[in-house]
T-cell receptor, first 114, second 111 residues
Framework: KAGVTQTPRYLIKTRGQQVTLSCSPISGHRSVSWYQQTPGQGLQFLFEYFSETQRNKGNFPGRFSGRQFSNSRSEMNVSTLELGDSALYLC?????????????FGSGTQLSVL | AQSVTQLGSHVSVSEGALVLLRCNYSSSVPPYLFWYVQYPNQGLQLLLK??????LVKGINGFEAEFKKSETSFHLTKPSAHMSDAAEYFC?????????FGDGTTLTVKP
């Protein structure tokens, strides 16, 4: 089985722009979660989608949004980028059937905001 | 609300020495606990998870963790460190689709 695929791997944007990140989960997985990882804040939960519906949401401003398609692929969008949005954005997938499921992570998208 | 505290942001051991990475959790419900490892420029990989079937959980690469409810702890250990164990380790607690991670512990292994 192919793993979780995130594209692009690296991204450079300037303040005020918007960006869209993509995540393809493992085949058969219906839950996709997004995390922001920074040296100062660690791993912060952004949101989780299951069957095209946002099931959980972290404490991020409305500039951060996401969606999930019928094939379980997910996109995350950040509008009006700020310098502080520079981070590694990780996507993780799981079957989504239980609470004790492990997460399968992609390699992440490294976003740099200049 | 659930939370995880990892004691020690950096741990350094000699090759062949015992590895002990500490994790304490707070959860209002029976916890679903995990340890993940992250190598440079990569995503996280699961090392092991607590399933309530046994308090001592064995994972990959010789790691294991012991769940102690009375101490609300889930410390990660490995009897003998290898150079390839150098990485960042995260303890996590999961509740209804949302995982909360600790701040991570960077393990350095000295030759």
């Amino acid at each position: 089985k192919a793993g979780v695929t995130q594209t692009p791997r690296y991204l450079i944007k300037t303040r005020g722009q918007q960006v869209t990140l993509s995540c393809s989960p493992i085949s058969g997985h219906r839950s996709v979660s997004w995390y922001q990882q920074t040296p100062g804040q660690g791993l912060q939960f952004l949101f989780e989608y299951f069957s095209e519906t946002q099931r959980n949401k972290g404490n991020f401003p409305g500039r951060f949004s996401g969606r999930q398609f019928s094939n379980s692929r997910s996109e995350m969008n950040v509008s009006t980028l700020e310098l502080g949005d520079s981070a590694l954005y990780l996507c993780a997938s799981s079957p989504g059937r239980g609470q004790n499921e492990k997460l399968f992570f992609g390699s992440g998208t490294q976003l740099s905001v200049l | 609300a659930q939370s995880v505290t990892q004691l020690g942001s950096h741990v350094s051991v000699s090759e062949g020495a015992l590895v002990l990475l500490r994790c304490n959790y707070s959860s209002s419900v029976p916890p679903y606990l995990f340890w993940y490892v992250q190598y440079p420029n990569q995503g996280l990989q699961l090392l092991l998870k607590y399933t309530s079937a046994a308090t001592l959980v064995k994972g990959i690469n010789g790691f294991e963790a012991e769940f102690k409810k009375s101490e609300t702890s889930f410390h990660l250990t490995k009897p003998s460190a290898h150079m390839s164990d150098a990485a960042e380790y995260f303890c996590a607690v999961s509740d209804r689709g949302k995982s909360t991670f600790g701040d991570g512990t960077t393990l350095t292994v000295k030759p």
